[in-house]
Structure formats: structure tokens, C-alpha cells
């Protein structure tokens, strides 16, 4: 297929529908809407496509949840304070283990905050969010060509395993444009087993958080861990730019990182070797290649547009065999690459 | 020999209920088992039990049941029907789950008009959490939460689901039963079934209320309850068809085309 130029948020929604989402709910809340006006638009047009404009987030969540039993697949998104209201569902999700995808165009925070790029919803996103011993899959796309790469991957991640899975971004990559390929999406794999469609003349079946007893519900937990380790094991995702080299890496993901993409490139213009670190799946870390990093470099400085959330991951991941610096720039405020490149001169300078 | 006049219904599970002795639940759920039974639609239908006492129905009655979060029914049930239409899909839910936490998602689902079925279960007290004041609490009705009596400056008053919902349009059928005698529990039946058929006739959203005794948390006897509902409670929530649409309501596939 051909290049074409389109905006993030448009994407996510082309990418999901492309891969086979036949169910979306949503509620309006900026700096999201294209994407809900998309699917809005565009599900009307595909064989058993159903858009539904929920009365909340609460109830599109609730709403994919009952899609999701039935087999279809499943999508609704949302900016951060409505995705605060979801976390009953995804944690519900995770607990009778539905997969789905749910869609954060990150503002700024706490509370209304603003409608501006932020991202400050790591923690929420990548610690549970919602109540009860559960992870999701987390993926912070950078480019609009991730956009609609990871929107597929995240459906069969979300249906291999089960799960809930986590697209986030923010506002500055969901209102940008840049020309993207949708590539062919693989061929679905999710068995009718867990599906609920009635139960014809066999035996019924029920799907349930509810586990009142402690030994059962304590072995759903484990069963639950087990899954989580054997994605932590297979599926993260990372990516290193000019890190061969380097004697600084800068470690951020999503918008920041091309910011500290720009950033390396006048740094490296003035002698000094910095590369980049990028998680691309923010749950689960990608740890152990951030480690393996330290063997040969010894100066991290962590970006985000935050007062640092990511930070904490990276440095359970270094285990204090390197320093680790930080600069944040919360609240919205989206700093440029010479400005950043200026913060990063001087952590550079710091080290001999 | 002797003739059967009596049996449990294919769809009711042989499960002993767990509910406590003179409760309307276990009543209101072997009507819907009767009812699916009756309407030969059990291979198709898929229920949606709520928080609340009935949050183990998946143990009793016999179809496909997804478990919803506390008052999120509908739209469980909505995500559901609109991706399988032509399945039967109804939630039941108690008077915390409709009328307070999940208000929203019940109204939202019967102002679009839904195409499901609700079951809605008034007990005028939250049963499972051991008593406290629920949004249907009569004024003045002692719960552990409002031990002086449901003061209606603070609490405000009994919320009237039907009399709400029938006032939309997006809702085709409305009536108020009760299951406190042999006679109003056949009634009952007769109301659920109707519901059910107005589903399948693809005529949209039906509610069926169901004021139920709680002997536990009235703290009073069964008997002593099912009065209460005559003396008191259908006071305050008259029994009858809220709206019958039945008649006149288009299939949604006729006026669609």
C-alpha cells in the first residue's frame, strides 16, 4: 500500500479497523475526538462495524467489555482523566481476562489539568491503575508509522494473551500528521472457547471476576502472575539510536524521545556523544536490555514530560551501576530539542 | 400414579440458593428460567447478573452469563446485543446497581433503546452489604445507615424507575410487579415473559420492576414482609404497566429500511 498522510489519531483509528476492531465506544474528551469522530465515520462502513457514543467512559468501557465476551474485537480511548474512569473495566478486563484495547491521548495533570501533550499517566498506565494484583501491556508509540504498527500489534498482543492492552500516547502525536503505510495486519488467532455466544444446546458458561474463595482467587492471582512473567520474558520492545558510542544515553519514550532525538543530533554536532534509550513497551520494561547498557555506558539521563515517572523503572533497572540524571518538563510544556540539547550539555560536562 | 404438577424448569441450575429465607430473589429467578424455558430461547440467550445479592445468578440460572461491575449492566448488555443482535441478552439488576451507582448506564441504555431486557429487582434496602439505605428506601424506613429513619431533607426521597424510564423514549415496555403472593407472582411471570417477547419481537428496551421482600433486612418475618409491600412499599411504587409500546412500536429492522 501507498504512503499516505494522515494524523495520529486518525491512524490508531485506520490501523484498528484494518485489523479487524469491530466494536468501539467512546466518549468525547480532547485531545482525543478525531479518533472517536473517526470511528464514528468509518465503522459504519465495515461488515458488522458498530460505533456506539457512550453516556461515560465508565460505560465504554463497560460497553467493549460486553463486545469483547462475545469475540469481536474491541476498542475504546480516551484522554487521562477519562481514563481514570475506566480502570473498573480494565480492571475487570485483566481479571476475567478480556482482551481489548484502550486508547490514552495523554493531557496534562492531575485533575482537569489541561488539553495539552503531557505524560504523566506512566504510572497509571504501567502500575495497574485500577484496583487488584494485575499488569496491562503498555505501548508508547513515538511516530505516526508506530501509530498504526503497535495499534495492530497491540490487538494480537491483547488476544494472545488475553489481556487488556494500552496504547499511550499523548497529545502532540495524536494531532500530528505524517505520511504512514498500514502494513497488512496478521491473521486473527483467538479461540471460540472464549467466547460467549450462547449456549446453543451445550453446556453454559460464565466469565467472572468474582472469586470468593480466598484459595481459588489467590490461584487466579497466580495464574494471572504466571501469564504476566511470560509476557515480561517475550515482549518487550525498545529501540537504541547512536548508543554504540555513546558516554551520556538519555533514556524517554513517546513525544520526549523525539525530542531528545533532535536533541542528539546538535550535540553530536558539537563533539559530544549522547545516544538514546527508547522503552517502546513501557509494561513490561524492557529492563534487562537497559542493564546490559550500563556495561559499557555510565551516564543515563531520563526525559519525560513529567516530574518523573519513568524514572523510577529505569532506575530499578539500572540498580545503581550508573548515574541517572533527570530533567521533566510537566504540566504540558513541550520543550525543544535546542533547549533540551542545553540540559543535556551540562549533565555531560558533569561527568569528568 | 400420581400426576406432575410441579418440576424445576430445564434452565434453572439444581443448585440450592444462597439466598436468605423468604428473599424474592430466588422467586424472580426461576420466572426468567420459567420464562426462557417457556420462549425456547435459552441456546441464545446471554444474561448479565450485577453486584449485589444476585451476583452469583451465574450459579443458578442456565445460560451464558458474563458478570458486570457494580450498576454497569447495560452497558455490558448493550456491547453485547449490538454485536449480537439476534441473541437475547438481559441483565438484572438490584435497586444500588439501577438506581444509584449504575443510574446512568441504565438510563443511557433505555434512552437509545436498547434492544435488551432488564430485570430489575426494588427491595428498598442494599441486601448484600447487610442493610444500609438504598436509593428506593421509603422515607422515614430504618436502614443501618439511616438509623433515625430515611430523612428526606438529607436523603431525599424513593426514586421511581419506572415512572422515569417509561417517560423516554426510547423504552417500549414498563411495568411494576411484585412477587408477594401466589397471584402476583404468576403476574409477575406474565410481565417478564412479555419483556423477553418484546425483545424478540426486536421492539426494544423492557424493564420489568419487581418490588421483593427482604425479611432479613427489614428485619421483620416473611410473612410480615409480603404484608409490608401491600401496606407500605406499593404505596409508594404502584404496581401496573408503566407503558406498553408493544402494539405500536416498529421492528427497529422495519424502520430502519
Redesign the interface.
Known amino acids: 500500500m501507498n504512503k499516505v498522510l494522515m494524523s495520529g489519531n486518525n491512524i490508531i483509528g485506520e490501523a484498528a479497523i484494518r485489523t479487524g476492531c ?2 468501539y ?1 467512546g466518549y468525547p474528551i480532547t485531545p482525543q475526538n478525531e479518533l472517536t469522530e473517526y470511528m464514528a465515520e468509518n465503522m459504519r462502513n465495515v461488515e ?1 462495524g ?1 460505533f ?1 457514543q ?3 467512559e ?3 468501557i ?9 469475540g ?1 474485537r ?1 476498542m475504546t480511548s480516551s484522554s487521562s482523566p477519562g481514563i481514570s474512569l475506566k480502570q ?2 480494565i480492571s ?1 478486563m485483566a481479571a ?1 481476562e478480556l482482551p481489548g484495547i484502550i486508547v490514552n491521548i495523554m493531557r496534562g495533570g492531575p485533575g482537569l489539568g489541561n488539553i495539552l501533550p503531557a505524560q504523566g499517566d506512566y504510572f497509571q498506565a504501567t502500575r495497574g491503575g485500577g484496583h487488584g494484583d494485575y499488569r496491562t501491556i503498555v505501548i508508547g508509540p513515538a511516530t505516526c508509522q508506530e501509530l498504526a504498527d503497535l495499534t495492530m500489534h497491540g490487538f494480537d498482543l491483547a488476544d494472545k494473551y488475553r489481556t487488556p492492552v494500552m496504547i499511550l500516547a499523548d497529545g502532540m502525536i495524536g494531532q500530528m500528521m505524517e505520511p504512514v503505510i498500514f502494513k497488512k495486519p496478521k491473521p486473527r488467532e483467538y479461540s471460540e472457547k472464549f467466547m ?6 451445550g453446556k ?7 472469586i470468593l474463595d480466598a484459595i481459588d482467587m489467590e490461584e487466579h492471582n497466580w495464574k494471572l502472575a504466571r501469564k504476566y512473567q511470560v509476557i515480561t520474558d517475550n515482549e518487550t520492545l525498545h529501540e537504541e539510536y547512536k548508543t554504540d558510542d555513546a558516554d551520556l544515553v538519555i533514556v524517554a519514550y513517546g513525544t520526549a524521545a523525539r525530542i531528545a532525538k533532535g536533541a542528539i543530533k546538535r550535540l553530536r554536532d558539537n563533539g559530544m556523544r549522547v545516544g538514546l534509550f527508547r522503552p517502546i513497551t513501557l509494561w513490561p520494561f524492557p529492563e534487562l536490555k537497559l542493564r546490559a547498557l550500563s556495561n559499557k555506558v555510565k551516564n543515563f539521563l531520563v526525559f519525560e514530560m513529567s516530574t518523573g515517572q519513568m524514572l523510577e523503572d529505569v532506575r530499578l533497572a539500572l540498580q545503581g551501576y550508573a548515574d541517572v540524571g533527570f530533567h521533566g518538563r510537566p504540566g504540558g510544556v513541550v520543550p525543544t530539542p535546542a533547549v533540551l540539547a542545553n540540559v543535556v550539555a551540562r549533565h555531560y560536562e558533569k561527568k569528568d | 400414579m400420581a400426576k406432575k404438577v410441579f418440576s424445576r424448569t430445564k434452565s434453572l441450575k439444581e443448585a440450592v440458593f444462597h439466598y436468605c429465607p423468604g428473599c424474592g430473589h430466588s422467586i424472580a429467578h426461576r420466572l426468567v428460567a420459567e420464562v426462557i424455558d417457556e420462549l425456547d430461547i435459552r441456546g441464545i440467550t446471554i444474561g448479565v447478573p450485577p453486584a449485589g445479592c444476585a451476583v452469583l445468578a451465574f450459579n443458578y440460572i442456565d445460560v451464558d452469563m458474563i458478570e458486570a461491575q457494580h450498576g454497569r449492566g447495560p452497558a455490558t448488555a448493550t456491547g453485547i446485543k449490538r454485536t449480537l443482535p439476534d441473541r437475547i441478552v438481559f441483565s438484572y439488576q438490584g435497586d444500588g446497581d439501577l438506581a444509584a451507582i449504575g443510574f446512568a448506564e441504565s438510563f443511557h441504555a433505555a434512552n437509545r433503546g436498547e434492544n435488551i431486557t432488564v430485570v430489575f429487582i426494588n427491595n428498598a434496602v442494599y441486601g448484600m452489604t447487610g442493610g444500609q439505605m438504598a436509593p428506593t428506601t421509603m422515607v422515614d424506613q430504618k436502614t443501618t445507615t439511616t438509623p433515625g429513619g430515611r430523612n428526606k431533607t438529607l436523603d431525599g426521597y424513593p426514586v421511581k424507575v419506572c415512572e422515569i424510564f417509561s417517560q423516554l423514549k426510547g423504552t417500549t415496555y414498563i411495568e411494576r410487579c411484585t412477587v408477594n403472593s401466589p397471584a402476583a407472582v404468576n403476574k409477575a411471570k406474565k410481565a417478564i415473559k412479555k419483556a423477553f417477547q418484546c425483545q424478540i419481537d426486536g421492539q426494544g428496551f423492557s424493564l420489568v420492576e419487581i418490588l421483593s421482600p427482604c425479611p432479613t433486612n427489614w428485619k421483620m418475618t416473611s410473612i410480615d414482609s409480603c404484608k409490608w409491600i401491600d401496606t407500605v412499599m406499593s404505596k409508594e411504587f404502584p404496581l401496573g404497566v408503566f407503558k406498553d409500546e408493544t402494539a405500536v412500536t416498529k421492528k427497529p429492522a422495519e424502520a430502519a429500511s
Open positions: 469491530r466494536f465506544a458488522g458498530v456506539v457512550s453516556e461515560s465508565i460505560a465504554a463497560h460497553m467493549i467489555i460486553g463486545a469483547s465476551t462475545t469481536a474491541v473498573e473495566g475487570s476475567c460467549l455466544r450462547g449456549a446453543g444446546t453454559s458458561k460464565f466469565i467472572r471476576g468474582l
